[in-house]
């Protein structure tokens, strides 16, 4: 069973607004972020909702936040930076809530970490400050990673990632080129799985990135 709710949280810059799906016998907790907020990104992005539906047929309870300016999140746009902190403001509140969850050996929830397009930027940098914190995530994963140069003349330098995380593109992706990915991929040593004739919103290939998510599921 499962529970939907909306949370205003308290973030750095005032509220942030997270769609909660809660899971009765929960195994972990999916943070997953949204595409770019001034080009329509919401936490309703098909792209998004199948992500949480993948997780949670796993187990997890899912959190879906709104970047900052969007729904009933309070700020402004940064490009990356505060929303860096807002999700890390997200996470700890998450941590707190859901603390009396544990796993079968009473260990605290493993937390995953996945993001779409500008959302998969701002993991990667999510990840990274995680990690330094001691509270690494358990997987990562990315789809339509924006990196390098993209539509709009954006330039993201998109952190690191642990060899484990799942990078899944379209071919024919013209927002964020595949040869900007496999240039991010390539000195990092991690696979991307391309989707053939897949575009950037992944149109009619959405069950493809759920199966994907499941064949990989470690």
């Known amino acids: 069973m499962s529970r939907h709710e909306r949370v205003l949280v308290d973030g750095p810059d005032g509220k942030i607004e997270v769609f909660v799906e809660d899971h009765e016998n929960a195994s972990g907790l999916a943070l997953i972020a949204h595409p770019h907020p001034l080009f329509g990104g919401t936490a309703d992005n098909k792209v998004v909702t199948t992500l949480a539906r993948a997780f949670r047929g796993r187990g997890c309870i899912t959190l879906r936040p709104s970047f900052r300016g969007v729904g009933g999140s309070e700020g402004e746009h940064d490009h990356g930076e505060a929303e860096t902190e807002d999700l890390l403001a997200l996470h700890d509140w998450a941590r707190a809530r859901f603390a009396e969850r544990r796993t079968p050996d009473g260990a605290p929830l493993p937390l995953y970490l996945a993001g779409f397009s500008f ?20 997987w990562l994963v990315l789809v339509g990673t924006a990196a390098g140069f993209v539509e709009g003349m954006r330039r993201y ?24 990915v496999l240039a991010w991929a390539q000195p990092l040593d991690i696979p991307v799985v391309v989707i053939p004739g897949a575009d950037h919103f992944f149109h009619r290939r959405l069950h493809i990135i759920r199966d994907i998510i499941h064949r990989a599921w470690h």
């Open 157 to 180: 330098e998109t952190e690191a990632v642990a060899p484990d995380t799942l990078v899944i593109h379209g071919s024919e992706d013209e927002t964020v080129r595949l040869a900007n």
């Open 119 to 138: 959302g998969a930027y701002v993991t990667t940098r999510i990840a990274k400050r995680l990690a330094a914190a001691g509270d690494p995530a358990r």
